[in-house]
């Protein structure tokens, strides 16, 4: 089973989306749903996808959970809860319990708007993230090079949670090879129960002027810190058409990874989210 750990749905005309609202954003402006990317994920041969949030908002987690229910290629939603909320765990039972609650298998927030670069740290957070490793849920993190040492810090807190890091922590790629970047990443993926998606690094590239090529060493030095076994290929579809098609986005993944081996790309085109996200496999593929 060929997996998409990372892709998004959104309507700016029913919702608020402020992280959408810079000029360069006007092209994914418009509503993505599960009728769009439906086609695109047989054309590039994807068989499911993971859903993830895109706003700070529980209303849009119930609705994803809906989405999942009745759309069999979303096998997975990271949704958003308010770590900071006294109640989460009630909340947490209640999004289990809901349509689709058992297409739950994360949670994330967006960290790095956060004005805090240790607002992993509060203490109000860190009840919440005890909550989600509680409720054996994934937490994605969001985060970029400012906020990676807390990521680093949650991390070693909650040996026996899992934790998916998002975009690689967004590398400066059109800026050039990040020292500090990839010296904090080399710290986080030292911590076992991290994760660590190719995902959304075409749009931290020039948008006209990157390849597989250009990706490789930070696709590279992001392999060697994880190793094959903790490696998620995500599209971040729509946001990756700012700068390609889904098709170019997945065939430069794919390009980079196959030098280190074709079990490497298969592992992070599949089984490394599964286990990541907790998915069973599907019958047939040595499930039950």
């Known amino acids: 089973m060929v997996i998409d750990g990372h ?136 985060v970029r090079t400012r906020e990676t040492p807390a990521a680093i810090a949650t991390a070693r807190t909650f040996p026996q949670g899992r934790f998916v890091l998002d975009h690689a922590a967004k590398p400066p790629i059109a800026e050039g090879f990040s020292r500090k970047w990839a010296d904090l990443l080399v710290a986080l993926a030292a911590c076992g129960n991290v994760w660590c998606k190719l995902s959304g690094l075409a749009t931290e590239a020039r948008w006209n002027d990157w390849d597989a090529e250009r990706l490789l060493p930070f696709v590279a030095h992001t392999a060697k810190c994880f190793g094959e076994d903790r490696l998620i290929f995500g599209s971040d579809w729509p946001v990756c058409l700012l700068a390609g098609s889904y098709g170019a986005t997945k065939g430069a993944l794919e390009e980079c990874l196959m030098k280190f081996g074709p079990h490497v790309r298969d592992k992070a085109f599949g089984a490394n989210a599964q286990r990541a996200y907790l998915i069973p496999s599907p019958v047939g593929e040595g499930g039950a």
């Open 7 to 142: 892709q998004h749905f959104w309507d700016p005309a029913r919702a608020d989306y402020p992280w959408m609202e810079a000029p360069e954003l006007a092209r994914i402006r418009r509503a993505f749903g599960p009728a769009d990317l439906a086609p695109v994920l047989r054309a590039n041969g994807v068989d499911a996808s993971i859903l993830v949030q895109c706003r700070s908002s529980i209303e849009e987690t119930e609705e994803f959970l809906r989405v999942a229910a009745a759309t069999p290629f979303v096998i997975g939603v990271v949704g958003w809860a308010d770590l900071t909320d006294g109640a989460l765990d009630e909340t947490l039972d209640r999004l289990r319990g809901s349509p689709g609650g058992d297409k739950l298998v994360g949670i994330r927030h967006q960290v790095h708007d956060e004005s805090d670069p240790d607002w992993l740290l509060r203490e109000d957070v860190q009840r919440g993230l005890a909550a989600v490793v509680a409720h054996d849920l994934t937490y994605d993190l969001l």
